[in-house]
């Protein structure tokens, strides 16, 4: 069972376990609920399946509503078994509810779990999982119903060369890609299962890999393939820019709009604050790679910065938003650093006297160069941000702003003091009332 956070959404996790029952004679049905559905109807919906056992998989998003679910299915499904993997699996707060915890990839463990008939000892369970390159495709055809115009996520690798210490990959060693470019069979196999992906109709095929292009040949073969034969959807990859060269930059400008979409972690243009946190980034190299993307191609660039770095004060943060606006990527999120556990983040913000919430999220509120007072007027920020930038509606005004010497951080401050002394709020504005607010704010 999924719990998203929204209705569009997926989990290839619950389709990836799926194929590792076959052969077992097991009768698997996959239910996926949004974050927004009432519990009363999820449970309803659970128990006319009249399960024996329920999966769920957990996240940092879904872990309260699944802390919420368990104890009452427990009261009206006494005889299931309760099996629950994902990051916040092993969870403190989750251990004494269900009969399972598969920690780590499912795929081994719940295999060997399922062969035993659910009747291994109560408790944390591991196992070794299969290379990505032996797991069976995730979906099948009569998935389609239940897919269609939504997002679909699929995975070319698994583990990430780099080691920031505020991601989950940060003590992940694997380096697994599921097809080698130079062998004929896995172009093949490759480009048979985007076809089988792309006839499913998603709104957009996110690939997960924590850097795509980790694999230059690989990633090129993708984005050859989304270009000539994948007309029906967005493709969505989240890359390194350093890794991009002028090949990439030159096979991308015959993107269509509409077509391709990135996802760039650029988190922060302070070297040292890179240093701080594990992260091999040059800002000068990316700062080149976003404006031939934003020159050059129909590419559409979604540019991440993060706040609450090692080390990061609020000026660094506004210089780092100011070099990136200037570059005019179409969207530009201020994320706040989550203390995730199971990453290096953890120990450094112990040490560092980090304040953090001690449930999901785990978003910082305070760090060793932030107060909580300015943890808040950044996390604003990020709202005015999403409100007059993302929403591309003043994108002409914008190029006059910034091209004329005015700082993004500057503009941004002045939006959010407007709601602030107008009592409004940074969120649910009409149109028309955004462009009122942005001309009396910026254009005078």
């Not at 109807?41 to 879904?62: E, M």
């Not at 009452?72 to 989750?94: C, F, T």
């Not at 029906?232 to 930059?249: K, M, N, R, T, V």
Request: proline residues 7%; neutral net charge.
């Amino acid at each position: 069972m999924g719990l998203n956070s929204a209705w569009y959404q997926s989990n290839p996790a619950l389709y990836y376990l799926r194929n590792s029952l076959r052969g077992l004679g097991m009768r698997v049905r996959i239910r996926e609920f949004a974050l927004s559905e009432q519990p009363m109807d999820i449970l309803a919906t659970l128990i006319g399946l009249k399960p024996d056992v329920i999966c769920f998989s957990a996240y940092v998003w879904n872990r309260g509503l699944i802390q919420l679910l368990i104890p009452e299915l427990r009261k009206l499904l006494p005889k299931a078994k309760i099996v629950l993997g994902g990051p916040e699996a092993d969870s403190p707060s989750l251990q004494e509810s269900p009969d399972f915890v598969l920690r780590g990839p499912g795929e081994g463990i719940f295999r060997l779990l399922a062969e035993s008939g659910f009747s291994l000892p109560r408790g944390i369970h591991e196992a070794p999982a299969p290379h990505l390159q032996d797991l069976p495709f995730p979906y099948r055809a009569s998935d389609k119903p239940a897919l269609q115009n939504k997002l679909i996520y699929y995975e070319t690798s698994r583990g990430c060369p780099f080691r920031c210490v505020y991601c989950l990959s940060a003590l992940d060693t694997r380096n697994e890609a599921r097809f080698d470019p130079a062998l004929s069979a896995d172009r093949k196999r490759l480009f048979a299962e985007l076809d089988r992906l792309v006839a499913l109709e998603p709104r957009t095929l996110k690939f997960v890999d924590r850097s795509f292009n980790a694999h230059p040949g690989l990633a090129r073969l993708i984005w050859k393939y989304a270009l000539e034969r994948g007309q029906s959807c967005e493709f969505h990859f989240e890359i390194y820019p350093g890794l991009l060269a002028e090949e990439d930059i030159r096979l991308l400008e015959k993107a269509p709009p509409g077509r391709i979409r990135f996802e760039i972690g650029i988190q922060t243009t302070n070297p040292e604050v890179a240093t701080n946190c594990g992260r091999a980034s040059d800002w000068p190299k990316a700062r080149n790679i976003l404006l031939a993307l934003r020159q050059r191609t129909q590419v559409r660039v979604h540019a991440d910065l993060l706040a609450g770095l090692p080390g990061e004060n609020i000026s660094s943060i506004f210089n780092s938003l100011d070099e990136l606006a200037a570059l005019f990527p179409h969207e530009i999120q201020l994320g706040l650093l989550k203390i995730l556990p199971h990453t290096p983040m953890r120990d450094i913000a112990s040490q560092r006297g980090y304040l953090w919430m001690d449930d999901p999220p785990y978003q910082v509120l305070a760090s060793d160069a932030l107060s909580f007072a300015e943890i808040s007027e950044l996390h604003d920020l990020a709202r005015a941000i999403n409100l007059y930038w993302n929403k591309a509606e003043f994108i002409g005004h914008w190029e006059d702003l910034l091209k004329s010497g005015k700082p993004a951080s500057e503009l941004f401050i002045r939006l959010r003091s407007h709601h602030y002394a107008n009592s409004l709020p940074l969120h649910s504005i009409s149109r028309q009332a955004r462009a009122e607010i942005f001309a009396k704010t910026l254009l005078i």
